[in-house]
């Protein structure tokens, strides 16, 4: 398969500096930046919710080699095997054989999650798919295929583990923290859930019936494909030892894919959101793709973006020896997925998803008219702000500091030109306007002065 003629123009002109989120004239084509970046590989996806999917390889599968990436190079697909995992455990949701607000201990059997004083705290699988259960915080760096432990091994912190013990660190609950200790737990609630090895079971439920052909969570899956699997690489192009470390840790990081199965579920996800799919319904597909803390960027199992101009969902990864991303632009129902053997890979990625969010985001925000905005609004009791009318501009003056110009996008947001701060006004029904604002991902709620106690 080869890429749209419009994705191979893209690919001449990626932008290095896509911070702005608009295109800069510092520019250069996708090899350009994988020489700087020292990326033997990239392979990459473009595909629609009517079926459509193209795909190309570019480069090679291992530094100082000569074989090339095609479209069905497989690639570790890092921290989107959560995203996988989350639509698995909601088919399992949708089939009875979990409920999303029980306690796991419920469905565990093999381990059970213990405090640091042996009591069992209760923590739900929502909070589980979503980053909310407050488990000790991991990153998992793989091992040597002959020095690997079981997934018992890992929740434990036994045996040949570089991990802590999954313990609560954090009140269940209380807030997101990113950690694949959720979904080591996640991994062998669903094994002792169903009684079934976790990647056959996900491959029953997912990979076979999305026609993700060359997926696996298994990690004998690129030994035994070697001449189609790209090799890991360190940052500067040092090859990984072995070309590829093994993950025990299955649903938090262990699946091979290549972007096109990767396109297949995000595009299925999109249309079970539309209600469309015939694997997984709307109300459990929207629950996916709905943040479960009020105003962050996480649903279950699936990173979100609603900014003006971005608005997407998927998931990103990162591995030793390799970078990866999968997303959905629900407005335009078209998905990019790309994936890179090099830890380096992720400012080239960056560039190839901005190109993405020129081309194919869309928002669905209206804007609200200033006159109708203007007054004072209040984010905590010491922290006014006021929005006027100057000179026919909308203006902010936050607390003690002077005012500024907003500047307005199309969508009906307003932009800080200054400070990462994206400025909405929403209501509902006939009640007043309140003010969003949204800095780093956060979004935080400042309601008009007159709602407030005296």
């Known amino acids: 398969m080869d890429l749209p003629q419009d994705w191979v123009s893209l690919l001449g002109q990626l932008d290095r500096q896509v911070s702005s989120g608009r295109l800069s004239p510092d520019t250069a084509a996708l090899p350009e930046l994988m020489s700087s970046y020292d990326v033997p ?56 054989v979990l409920d999303l607000d029980a306690d796991v201990d419920e469905y565990l059997t093999s381990w059970h999650l213990p405090d640091r004083n ?46 802590p013990p999954v313990r609560p660190t954090l009140l269940p609950g209380s807030r997101f923290r990113y950690s694949g200790s959720h979904y080591s737990v996640l991994q062998q609630l669903m094994v002792d859930a169903t009684g079934t090895p976790f990647e056959d079971l996900l ?5 076979e019936p999305l026609a993700m052909a060359d997926s696996s969570f298994d990690q004998q899956f690129p030994h035994q494909r070697p001449d189609q699997v790209a090799r890991g690489h360190h940052g500067g192009g040092t090859r990984i030892p072995g070309g590829w470390r093994t ?7 262990g699946l091979w894919s290549t972007p096109t199965d990767l396109l297949r579920l995000d595009l299925e996800i999109a249309r079970a959101v539309s209600g469309s799919s015939k694997l997984l319904d709307r109300d459990l597909a929207t629950q ?5 803390i009020p105003g962050g960027s996480y649903g279950l199992g699936t990173e979100l973006d609603d900014r003006a101009g971005r608005r997407r969902f998927g998931h990103t990864g990162s591995n030793v020896g390799y970078t990866c991303f999968s997303y959905v632009w629900p407005n335009s129902g078209t998905a990019v997925a790309a994936m890179t053997n090099s830890e380096d890979g992720w400012e080239l990625l960056v560039s190839i998803r901005a190109a993405a969010d020129r081309r194919y985001a869309t ?23 006021d929005i006027a009318v100057t000179d026919g501009q909308l203006t902010l003056a936050a607390s003690t500091q ?46 008009p002065a007159t709602e407030q106690p005296e």
């Open 41 to 96: 590989g990239v392979s990459i996806a473009v595909g629609h919710v009517s079926g459509q999917v193209s795909a190309a390889g570019f480069g090679v599968l291992a530094g100082g080699t000569s074989t090339p990436v095609t479209a069905s190079t497989a690639f570790a697909a890092c921290s989107i095997s959560k995203h996988v995992a989350a639509f698995g455990a909601l088919l399992l949701v949708q089939a009875g």
């Open 118 to 163: 042996g009591r069992q705290p209760e923590v739900t699988v929502r909070q589980l798919l979503a980053h909310t259960a407050g488990l000790s915080d991991t990153w998992y760096r793989g091992y040597a295929a002959d020095r690997a432990p079981s997934l018992l091994q890992v929740l434990e912190g036994s045996g040949a583990t570089t991990t």
């Open 247 to 253: 993950q025990p840790e299955l649903a938090a990081a």
């Open 402 to 447: 002077q005012p500024v110009v907003l500047l307005a996008d199309p969508d009906g947001r307003y932009r800080h030109p200054d400070l990462d701060l994206e400025v909405r006004f929403v209501r509902t029904d006939d009640q007043p306007y309140v003010l969003e604002l949204r800095q780093e991902g956060v979004t935080q709620t400042a309601r």
């Open 363 to 385: 928002t669905r925000i209206t804007a609200a008219p200033p006159a109708d905005v203007t007054g004072r609004y209040v984010l905590r009791d010491d922290y006014p702000i």
């Open 288 to 292: 996916m793709c709905t943040p479960q």
């Open 203 to 207: 491959r029953t439920l997912v990979l």
